[in-house]
């Protein structure tokens, strides 16, 4: 089939270049020209595992292109996928300027049937706007408008798309449907036929429910600590219940990145719109600014005063196979302890390019690696899980520090060991070593 995809960031790259992996013809459509260059020279905006592949493979092949136009775009594509960002506004709920100049520019340009898809994450009766808006500037044009929410993990986008849990399709026509299911035919995942509405809803529901996890273990995480248990245990009891999972169940300094925070807050605004105020999530989001306040006392603790000490920080993204720096808690730990006067060392894998825009970026020293980040420091806090960290020789760490002290905001090292090694060791939720 011919697609359009409009919007070429994280979720309409990642997207299209998928869709063209599976033999469709897509168009990418962005109005930055900057990015369409970079795209056309094959360059890659965003780190994300596989997609330079998936996008230099396709692109060669002539089934993935690149352009500036809408208009070019419309008259392409059979399916119109809108994939543009839905960024939150100050009292948390979504703004959709973008969404709604793109149905705008669709209804100015477009001269046959299309089905328009809402790709972008959006808040409930977002696709009878979208209609609404086409009918308005283009009355006498065929159309559905149909919604089809993305689950993509940030690091494993790729395999997401790919290999999919369920695909839902929202929409209240049988043309549009049959489209869509052959949009999806050459994927092997279960298909949820929904109405808009339901379908809308069922994106914010999936990450809210997904926040609270994490937000309810780092809350046991709490009661760990003050009785001595440990976290670690507890969740790999909780998650061997099949009707639970061990998945999300990890403890650690806060969820972050540019989906979480964002959702959780629209649905919050969504609930008090509709008159149902979501009580439950509000406390989801108070547990998690707890947990990095928390962990910042602990650092304080040990330290007693913070400024003048040399801290290294392993990890700025978000979480690991990422350089996404958006809404990060190890960022908001790095600004805090720079706030407070301490000289702060950082390293990451893939974020250092993304960080060195940042506003606190000129009072931070940026290491090429995690050992050369730890020389002469008083303490090495890990606030992003890479998995490369957990592999780093503790011995040398050691030798290059001031002082063996060691925060790990991700549990992602065995205080045993550590212990063995000669440091004081403090994770989330498993008390001292």
Not at 50 to 73: I, M, P, Y
Not at 180 to 196: E, S
Not at 237 to 242: A, E, F, S, T
Request: glycine residues 8%; charged residues 25%; hydrophobic residues 45%.
């Amino acid at each position: 089939m011919k697609l359009t995809i409009i919007g070429s960031g994280y979720v309409g790259l990642t997207t299209g270049a998928c869709f063209a992996e599976v033999g469709h013809e897509v168009l990418c459509v962005d109005n930055n020209q900057q990015k369409i260059d970079r795209l056309l020279r094959g360059e890659i905006p965003i780190y994300e595992p596989g997609l330079d592949e998936l996008v230099k493979r396709n692109t060669e092949a002539g089934r993935l292109r690149f352009t500036t136009s809408t208009a070019e775009g419309v008259d392409f594509g059979e399916v119109v996928f809108i994939a543009v960002p839905t960024p939150p506004q100050p009292d948390g709920s979504v703004d959709l300027r973008f969404i709604e100049k793109v149905a705008r520019e669709i209804a100015q340009v477009v001269t046959s049937y299309k089905v328009i898809v809402d790709k972008s994450t959006v808040p409930v009766n977002t696709g009878e706007k979208v209609a609404d808006t086409i009918r308005r500037y283009a009355p006498e044009v065929t159309f559905d408008v149909v919604s089809n929410p993305e689950f993509l993990r940030e690091g494993c986008a790729v395999d997401d798309l790919m290999k999919p849990d369920r695909i839902v399709i929202g929409a209240n026509s049988e043309k549009a449907i049959a489209l869509m299911r052959g949009v999806y035919a050459p994927f092997d995942a279960p298909v949820l036929v929904t109405d808009i509405n339901s379908a809308e809803l069922i994106k914010h529901a999936a990450n809210s429910f997904l926040a609270l996890k994490i937000s309810y273990i780092n809350a046991v995480s709490q009661i760990c600590e003050i009785s001595g248990a440990d976290v670690e245990m507890v969740a790999a009891g909780i998650g061997m219940d099949r009707r639970i999972g061990r998945n999300f169940l990890n403890a650690g300094i806060g969820y972050g990145g540019s989906c979480f925070p964002k959702d959780i807050a629209a649905f919050i605004a969504i609930s008090e719109q509709l008159g149902v105020p979501f009580h439950l999530l509000k406390e989801v989001q108070a547990v998690n600014r707890q947990m990095l306040q928390r962990f910042l006392k602990h650092i304080r603790d040990a330290l007693w005063v913070l400024e003048d000490k040399r801290i290294a920080v392993w990890g700025l993204a978000f979480k690991n196979n990422t350089d996404d720096i958006r809404s990060s808690v190890a960022i908001e730990l790095v600004e805090t302890l720079v706030k407070e006067g301490a000289h702060v060392t950082v390293y990451d894998p893939k974020a250092m390019e993304n960080a060195r825009h940042l506003e606190v970026a000129e009072r931070l020293i940026f290491a090429n690696s995690p050992l050369e980040a730890v020389d002469e420091a008083e303490a090495v806090v890990i606030a992003t899980e890479w998995p490369e960290f957990a592999a780093v020789d503790f011995a040398a760490v050691k030798a290059r520090m001031r002082s063996p002290l060691v925060f790990d905001g991700r549990n992602l090292l065995d205080p045993a060991r550590m212990a063995e090694l000669g440091f004081m060791y403090r994770g989330i939720g498993r008390g001292v070593s």
